[in-house]
């Protein structure tokens, strides 16, 4: 098969890179992903302003949020990881982060709802420049037993980006203007991307694993070939719907939790966004940490785990989100919140490494391109637009607690991601197996 591979010199990875350097590059692409998400999320920190200041409601912030970024984003991901596979990853996250960063800017220019669309969409583009070549960098830096950890410190960008929109976008957005927190929020990514091309080499392909590809199998893959190869591993095409419900789920609560707490318990903009930083900072982060680092850890025991920690997870999570949308007290919702928000990170790492693990050397970039076209477009497209539409739905019965309903209900769909990861599982020996031959 054309992803052959040949034993290449025993030690080399580490005479290449050391541990702090592999270390430092794994940080500074989990700097670039907290700026690609907070980007991403500054809009939900500020809905209500760009609400009121454009004359719009809950469905089309649903669309800003998510549908109009989101086709982009997974759209140019394909080819934008085509490109990955075969030619340098450092310069495309470079010129990729220079792009949502600028874009980002750009948002703080427009004066309605068409050109912050607009703008949105650049954003999208540039950002489907990110993720892809980093999975694939940091699967070349690490070993499989150790990749799910690495791909987890990665992961914590998500909540460290939302915990960044919250504390630093929305004081700004108060004090001086929604569009100066996008301004401001720009800024970061355009520093990091000169860093990045300054001082990060290309790792080698294969490199983790002490492989050195032969002629044949640096050929380069086809988008249809990875595809196929992907959707006749069981264990991926479970990953994958697996991954596209929680992310549904989990887009709706990121995009709408603060306005979720400003009109259902009354909490003012900046204090419903430090209360969600601290979540995001601690449940968060701890969450995404130790998702991967649980995974590694039983899957050492059983590769199984890999997936089945992420069912676990979810339905431990399931009672209290569905109690921290109901309570009718802040006291009580402020200490269950924190759980669902724990478990929603939990998922990230583990998905990303069994995605990589499933699939050839080639098809990393690929693979993960493909992974977040199905998640994001899915996930983050439909999820923030249906939580709007279903708000807009129930106002007619439930006025300013229509969100809290919207919410509510959408959980639910977790059992779905639940009952696939516990799925995978079951297949996913045989298809570490497989990709391992490839």
């Known amino acids: 098969m054309a992803g052959a591979v040949t034993s290449g010199p025993s030690g080399a990875a580490s005479r290449d890179y050391s541990g702090a350097y592999k270390a430092y590059i794994v940080v500074l692409l989990t700097a670039l992903y907290t700026t690609n998400y907070a980007d991403r999320q500054l809009i939900s920190a500020v809905i209500g302003l760009i609400k009121a200041d454009f004359g719009l409601n809950d469905g089309q912030m649903g669309m800003l949020g998510g549908i109009a970024f989101a086709i982009f ?10 490109l990955a596979d075969r030619t340098s990853r450092t310069k495309i996250m470079a010129v990729a982060a220079a792009m949502w960063s600028g874009f980002t800017m750009l948002c703080g220019l427009t004066t309605n709802f068409w050109q912050l669309l607009l703008a949105r969409i650049g954003v999208g583009i540039g950002e489907a420049g990110g993720s892809p070549p980093a999975h694939s960098i940091i699967s070349d830096l690490y070993e499989p037993k150790q990749r799910a950890t690495a791909l987890a410190v990665y992961a914590t960008g998500v909540p460290f980006g939302v915990a960044l929109a919250l504390f630093v976008g929305a004081p700004i957005a108060v004090a001086h203007g929604w569009q100066a927190a996008f301004i401001w929020l720009g800024v970061p990514g355009l520093v990091l991307s000169a860093l990045l091309l300054l001082t990060v080499r290309e ?44 992310t549904l789920v989990g887009y709706a609560g990121v995009m709408w939790n603060l306005e979720f707490l400003i009109r259902s318990h009354g909490l003012g903009r900046v204090e419903a966004s430090y209360y969600l930083g601290v979540v995001a900072i601690i449940a968060g982060v701890l969450g995404t940490f130790l998702g991967g680092a649980l995974s590694d850890w039983l899957g050492k025991r059983d590769p199984r785990w890999n997936s089945w920690i992420v069912a676990l997870l ?19 919702l402020q200490w269950l919140l924190p759980i669902p928000v724990f478990v929603s990170g939990a998922y990230l ?6 995605t990589q693990n499933l699939v050839g050397i080639r098809m990393r970039a690929m693979a993960s391109a493909l992974l977040l076209f199905a998640i994001n477009l899915i996930g983050m497209g439909v999820g923030p637009w249906l939580a709007g539409v279903l708000s807009d739905y129930f106002s007619a019965d439930y006025g300013v607690h229509a969100l809290r309903h919207a919410l509510f209900v959408l959980a639910f769909l977790n ?20 990709a391992a031959r490839s």
């Open 415 to 434: 059992i779905c991601g639940i009952v696939h990861y516990f799925l995978a599982g079951r297949s996913l020996i045989a298809g570490y197996e497989r």
């Open 349 to 354: 790492a583990p998905t990303f490494a069994m």
């Open 73 to 82: 984003y997974t759209t140019f991901g394909i080819p934008i990881a085509i």
């Open 203 to 246: 790792p080698r392909r294969g490199m983790s694993e002490r492989r050195t590809e032969s002629a044949e199998a640096a050929q380069t893959l086809s988008v249809w070939h990875i595809l196929k190869f992907m959707l006749s591993q069981p264990a991926m095409r479970h990953v994958l719907t697996g991954a596209t419900i929680v």
């Open 314 to 332: 979810f339905l431990i999570g399931l009672p209290p989100a569905l109690l921290a949308f109901s309570t009718q007290s802040f006291a009580t």
